[in-house]
C-alpha cells in the first residue's frame, strides 16, 4: 500500500527527569530532508533521532520538533547567600542613613536577581535517550498511520484515473479496423472532387490506404499503455516506497498518448487521447506526494 508522504504525528514520554514531547511533520520532497529543532542542551541526540527517522521515513520533507520540560522540586533552586547578605546590608544602611520608614521583607530580597537562582540539573543522559526515543517512536507510529490513510485514498483515486485511460485505450483498439475503410471513404472521394473521375485505380487506391493505416496504427502504443497502466496498478500495492517507480511510468504512459496523438486523424481517437491526457496529468499531480 502505498504512503503519502504528507503527515503529522505526536509523541511523550516522561519519568522523574521531566516529559520529552516531540512533533513531526512531513511534507512532499524529491529526496529525504530531516530537520530537527532541540532545546538548549539535547542537540548531542541529534544522530539518534536523525536514525530513528531515517529507518521510517525514505523521502520528503521531515520537519522534527522536540521540546523537553524538567521536573521541578525542592532542590531546583538555591539561595545565593553572599548576595542576599550584601544586599540586606546595603538597604538597612540606607534605611539608617536616611532615616526610612518600613521594614525589610522577603519580598524585597528575592526581588533582587540572582538572591534566588535555578540549580543546573545534571541530567541522566541514558535515560534521557530513552525518553526520546520512546517519544519519538510514539510520533513516528503515528505520523505513518496517517501517511497510510492518506497514501490508501491516492491509491483510490488513482485506480479509478488508471481505468478511465485504460477504457480510453481500448475505444482507440476497436476503432482500428475502422480507419482502413475510413480512409478508403476519405482517399475516394478527395480524388473524385480533384479529378471528376469515377473510376479509380483501385490498386493504386489500396496501396495508398494501406500506406496511411500503417502510419496511423497505434497498436504498439496501446499495448505498452495498457502495460504501463498494469505495473501502475501492481506498484500501488507494494510495501515499499514506488514515488520515483510511479513517476517514472506516468511519465511514458504520457509518451505513448502523445504518439497516439500524433498518429490519429479521427476526431473520436483523438477525443480519446485529450480525455487520457487529462487524467495523466492528474495522476501526476497525486504521485507527487507518493514516498
Known amino acids: 500500500m502505498i504512503k503519502s508522504m504528507t503527515g503529522y504525528g505526536k509523541g ?8 520529552i514531547s516531540i512533533e513531526i ?15 538548549n542542551g539535547l542537540n548531542n541526540f541529534e544522530s539518534t533521532v536523525r536514525k530513528e527517522i531515517e529507518g521510517v521515513i525514505l523521502r520528503g520533507k521531515i520537519d522534527t520538533f522536540i521540546g523537553f520540560e524538567a521536573a521541578i522540586n525542592e532542590k531546583s533552586f538555591e539561595v545565593n547567600l553572599p548576595v542576599a547578605r ?14 526610612l520608614k518600613g521594614d525589610l ?8 536577581k540572582d538572591v534566588i537562582k535555578a540549580k543546573e540539573i545534571e541530567l541522566d543522559e541514558a535515560l534521557l535517550k530513552e525518553l526520546i526515543i520512546k517519544a519519538l517512536k510514539e510520533a513516528l507510529l503515528s505520523l505513518d498511520d496517517m501517511r497510510k490513510t492518506e497514501g490508501s485514498s491516492l491509491g483510490i483515486d488513482i485506480k479509478k484515473r488508471l481505468s478511465i485511460i485504460y477504457d480510453a485505450s481500448k475505444r482507440v483498439e476497436s476503432k482500428q479496423p475502422e480507419l482502413a475503410d475510413h480512409y478508403m471513404a476519405r482517399l475516394r472521394k478527395r480524388i473524385s472532387e480533384l479529378t471528376g473521375e469515377t473510376d479509380l485505380d483501385e490498386t493504386r487506391l489500396i496501396q495508398e490506404v494501406a500506406i496511411m493505416a500503417e502510419k496511423s496504427d497505434v497498436t504498439e502504443e496501446t499495448v505498452r499503455l495498457e502495460s504501463h ?21 506516468i511519465q511514458e504512459m504520457n509518451r505513448e ?18 480525455d487520457m491526457k487529462a487524467e495523466i496529468e492528474r495522476i501526476r499531480e497525486q504521485v507527487q506526494n507518493v514516498e
Open 86 to 99: 550584601g544586599y540586606h546590608q546595603a538597604l538597612t544602611k540606607l534605611q539608617n542613613e536616611l532615616s
Open 257 to 274: 498518448v502523445n504518439t497516439i496523438g500524433s498518429k490519429s486523424g479521427d476526431s473520436e481517437l483523438s477525443r480519446c487521447v485529450v
Open 12 to 19: 511523550t514520554a516522561s519519568s522523574q527527569l521531566g516529559e
Open 229 to 249: 497502466i498494469k505495473q501502475f496498478e501492481e506498484l500501488l500495492i507494494t510495501e515499499e516506497p514506488v514515488g520515483r517507480k510511479l513517476d517514472f511510468l
Open 105 to 112: 521583607t522577603v519580598a524585597h530580597m528575592v526581588s533582587v
Open 25 to 39: 511533520k512531513t511534507v512532499n520532497h524529491r529526496f529525504r530532508d530531516i530537520s530537527v529543532r532541540f532545546p
